[in-house]
């Protein structure tokens, strides 16, 4: 049997990794407890990096005293932790932006929270079927290889992209002036560089006072003014990664169940930035918005 299989005859033991135990976090675990359940039985163990100083101590106790026939990772943090302490148990995982991470040994597997451009594009033709001049500010040192996919996928989309280099946050301000020239809708990515917490103020700033609608990074960047953003059924999520434990317990080696993206899509919605950029959303993503703020 390889060392990344198993079969359970008795109770799982199953140790919980999580960032924290607020309300996101909660969401996943009960959906992972509740699907796996009609699976199998299982005893749980859990373990916040919030509630503990020495985490890596404590991570590395507790795989060897529970000694879990399987790590349920929620968080990069929780993720990287269990991955530098052990080789040999099965790791699932989620709440991680991006996906390389579940993808750097033979024992994880797992479900990120990032969504392929091809339903970015899929969703923006949704919210603005008359628009397509798209443009993406990008670190080309982080975002190389995901521009290249952007650029293909865009194509397929019939989209025009438009991509801008920022090379430091310094060069920001320079880059937001290309929203002035043709762009019609802003796309933000995942870049520490471009599209932090440093930077939301002039970014956010820069889509307000030209009216180019920035399709935002989460909820909370749609709190803050971008127009809409593809977010989260966490509850979903757990329920997705349970499936993937639920293989392994069936013998299905790790390395032989890829990572997936989510397959709920969920989204929230600024009603306000809306109606001062003058875009008109239909009713039906109205209706269906995870969250709307007015």
């Known amino acids: 049997m390889s060392p990344f299989t ?4 008795k109770a799982a033991q199953i140790l919980i990794i999580a960032n924290t135990d607020k309300g996101p976090y909660q969401q996943a675990i009960q959906g992972f407890k509740q699907h796996l359940s009609s699976q199998l039985s299982a005893d749980y163990s859990n373990l916040y990096l919030s509630q503990n100083k020495n985490k890596q101590e404590k991570v590395a106790t507790a795989i060897f005293d529970i000694h879990p026939d399987l790590i349920f990772a929620l968080g990069g943090a929780s993720t990287k932790l269990a991955l530098q302490n052990t080789s040999s148990i099965p790791i699932v995982s989620t709440m ?4 390389s991470l579940l993808q750097q040994a033979n024992n994880i597997t797992g479900v990120s929270l990032s969504y392929p451009f091809t339903t970015q594009f899929q969703w923006l033709k949704k919210f603005f079927p008359e628009k397509s001049k798209v443009a993406i500010l990008y670190n080309s040192e982080q975002n190389e290889q995901s521009i290249k996919k952007a650029k293909k996928f865009s194509k ?4 025009e992209l438009f ?10 301000p320079y880059a937001l002036e290309h929203l002035k020239k043709n762009i019609e809708v802003v796309l933000a990515i995942p870049d520490k560089v471009v599209m932090s917490s440093k930077t939301a103020k002039a970014v956010l700033l820069a889509s307000f006072r030209n009216r180019v609608p920035l399709i935002g990074l989460s909820d909370n960047w749609v709190k803050s003014g971008a127009l809409y953003a593809l977010s989260w059924d966490y509850t979903a999520l757990g329920q997705q990664t349970a499936i993937q434990a639920g293989k392994i317990f069936k013998g299905v080696p790790v390395q032989q169940i890829p990572s997936e993206y989510p397959r709920k899509v969920a989204y929230s919605i600024n009603a306000k930035t809306a109606s001062h950029m003058n875009v008109e959303i239909a009713d039906n993503l109205l209706k269906n918005a ?3 703020f007015n």
């Open 156 to 159: 397929q989309a019939g989209l």
């Open 6 to 9: 198993m079969s359970v005859t």
């Open 163 to 172: 991509t801008i280099i920022v090379e430091s946050p310094k060069r920001l």
């Open 290 to 292: 995870k969250k709307t």
């Open 96 to 99: 991680v932006l991006k996906e």
